[in-house]
T-cell receptor, first 113, second 112 residues
């Protein structure tokens, strides 16, 4: 089975801190995605990546950046964390040629205080 | 862009009854419609999907129907069990799958 692993289940950070959320997949998938999940808003796409060193903005990229230096790893960076970035963050991956192979990680619940 | 609406936001059914969750989409170019189940503390997991060249798909107690003309699709769960309790998300995507547009989720509770 495809495994998408997010390094932390829970994180508490202070306002203004730089925060790194890490995601690793073990199935050699080209495409990786970062979503945030908020009650009543569903899942919203922050950034995605087609391949190493490639990135594309999603619907809500403001306040975030990403890094994809290796194919298996996709990092989400909060440059200066703010309280409105308190949320559940979900990473997903899929093979380039299979729309239906989308797999999510278990999520990181980030609280910014 | 695409807009996916999902109803109801919460749903309670008695064990053994059926549950139906409905979604509508706005972009006629969308042609792939997955459904995800998210259990507490876990990430969403794909449970069933349908492509636009098919009107219905069934997998044991779960079925999905698609009406392309009306731009809506539905999830049907029959003979519900307590382990079906979870949050369910619908989504729509174009053939490239570069972006999935998700509904806002339905919290299903199956009462024993």
């Amino acid at each position: 089975d495809v495994k998408v692993t997010q390094s932390s289940r829970y994180l508490v950070k202070r306002t203004g801190e730089k925060v790194f959320l890490e995601c690793v997949q073990d199935m050699d998938h080209e495409n990786m995605f970062w979503y945030r999940q908020d009650p009543g808003l569903g899942l919203r796409l922050i950034y995605f990546s087609y391949d190493v060193k490639m990135k594309e903005k999603g619907d809500i990229p403001e306040g975030y950046s990403v890094s994809r230096e290796k194919k298996e790893r996709f990092s989400l960076i909060l440059e200066s964390a703010s309280t409105n970035q308190t949320s559940m963050y979900l990473c997903a991956s899929r093979p380039h040629d299979r729309v239906y192979g989308y797999t999510f990680g278990s999520g990181t619940r980030l609280t910014v205080v | 862009g695409e807009n996916v609406e999902q109803h109801p936001s919460t749903l309670s059914v008695q064990e053994g009854d059926s549950a139906v969750i409905k979604c509508t989409y706005s972009d006629s170019a969308s042609n792939y419609f997955p459904w995800y189940k998210q259990e507490l503390g876990k990430g969403p997991q794909l449970i069933i999907d349908i492509r636009s060249n098919v009107g219905e798909k069934k997998d044991q107690r779960i079925a999905v129907t698609l009406n392309k003309t009306a731009k809506h699709f539905s999830l049907h769960i029959t003979e519900t069990q307590p382990e079906d309790s979870a949050v369910y998300f619908c989504a729509a995507s174009n053939v490239n799958g570069n972006q999935f547009y998700f509904g806002t989720g339905t919290s299903l509770t199956v009462i024993p």
